[in-house]
């Protein structure tokens, strides 16, 4: 992907520069707890700073859902209370807004970049009121500005055109380097360049570093090239699936999914997590691989309980057992001893491998060894071998099991890497300028 970058804009003192981060962080109490995404953003914000840019930042903050009012969609829980009588949808929605600007506020993020940025930064209440309009304006070369949640405003997702050009306010250069975001259409990630209101619009270094090692390995892999794909369930990855086994010599399956696959072929799989409605497509996915001379790896053996771990992290009785001989009153929960050679074995002589989720309930001690296995198989090939971590569940197994700097790269985006995997266009990178 030749997309331009902002090492490719020239003469950036006194330019004002919009740039769309993403700063959605984890807070508990109104305390950052994992603060990577800030620390992920900051060569940008750095680089545009240094070379004498008037910086607006913006993100988003969860998802807050005061500001729908008549089509506000209430999550599960206020759902029940509302069909139960308890309250109604007014008295959630009034609740909403006034509390969620207080908990997915994004000043404590400003807080964290000002301590970074040696106080170059200012928090602007708003996103297109007055306060951000005022602060947009005092700026001084070198200086940032980051503007409340993006989602206070209905407009962001809607992507509503006056919204945009109140958002780009005086801007004369778009940045997006919130890839974790990139596969949304939404007002901040790609309708303010699609409307033409920005027209230079280049990625930050995230984005580009995003586009380098994932984009240019899908398209253009050292062979072998191996893909793993776990998680909960194939309907989540339908398209992963097909369109990995036309860019990948070697599938590797494992998770929640793999029962799917392994009902497909006639096995007994238990009580384990089950796609009824996805047993034909997987049998035409092991056909095509067949067919396209592709090697589609399924567990030999599995790790099953009698019951899913409560809480997650509970002691579990467990037993290992073939692939084909699972219990009927057992669940899958993880791969077997088995399987874990054989997958660690085809990663030892992969030239290119990505991985997007998990082998197994990698959040239970007992459940973790599969994902373990695979993180370790990464790890030893490291330096010899380009080894990609898809975002999402993976990428914290990963970092969560201490080899995150055993990769060659952690993709931010979960979703995002997700449609990147599946061969899609992603809005927030489609709107960006082509070099030359």
Partial sequence: ?????????????????????????????????????????????????????????????????????????????????????????EAVIAKAKADEPKKLTLAPVAKRLNELLNGKVAFATD????????????????????????????????????????????????????????????????????????????????????????????????????????GAKVADKLNVISNLLEKCDTLIIGGGMAYTFLKAKGYEVGTSLLDEEKIEYCKEMMAKAEKAGKELLLPVDAVVASHFPDPIDAQIEVETVNADKIPADKMGMDIGEKTRKLYADKIASAKSVIWNGPMGVFENPTLAKGTIAVAQALADVYGKCTTIIGGGDSAAAVQQLG??????????????????????????????????
């Fill in 1 to 89: 992907m030749n997309k331009m970058s902002v090492k490719d804009l020239k003469d950036l003192n006194g330019k004002k520069v919009l740039v769309r981060c993403d700063f959605n962080v984890p807070m508990k109490d109104g305390v950052i707890t994992d603060e990577n995404r800030i620390q992920g953003a900051l060569p940008t914000i750095k680089y545009l700073l240094e070379h004498g840019a008037k910086v607006t930042l913006c993100s988003h903050m969860g998802k807050p859902h005061s500001i729908f009012s008549s089509e506000v969609k209430l999550n599960k829980k206020d759902q029940k209370k509302v069909d139960a009588g308890e309250t109604t949808k």
């Fill in 403 to 436: 080899f995150a700097d055993k990769v060659t790269h952690i993709s931010t985006g979960g979703g995002a890497s997700l449609e990147l995997f599946e061969g899609k266009v992603l809005p927030g990178i489609a709107c960006l300028n082509e070099k030359n």
């Fill in 127 to 230: 996103v297109i009121g007055a306060d951000a309009k005022t602060k947009r304006d005092n700026l001084k070369c070198g200086e940032a500005v980051l503007l409340e949640n993006l989602r206070f405003h209905w407009e962001e997702e809607k992507k509503e055109e006056a919204f945009c050009k109140a958002l780009a306010y005086d801007a004369e250069i778009y940045v997006n380097d919130a890839f974790g975001t990139a596969h949304r259409s939404h007002a901040s990630t790609a309708a303010i360049v699609e409307y033409g209101i920005i027209k230079t619009a280049v990625c930050g270094f995230l984005i580009e570093k995003e586009l380098s090692v994932m984009a240019d390995t899908l398209e253009n892999p050292k062979r072998p090239f191996v893909a793993i794909l776990g």
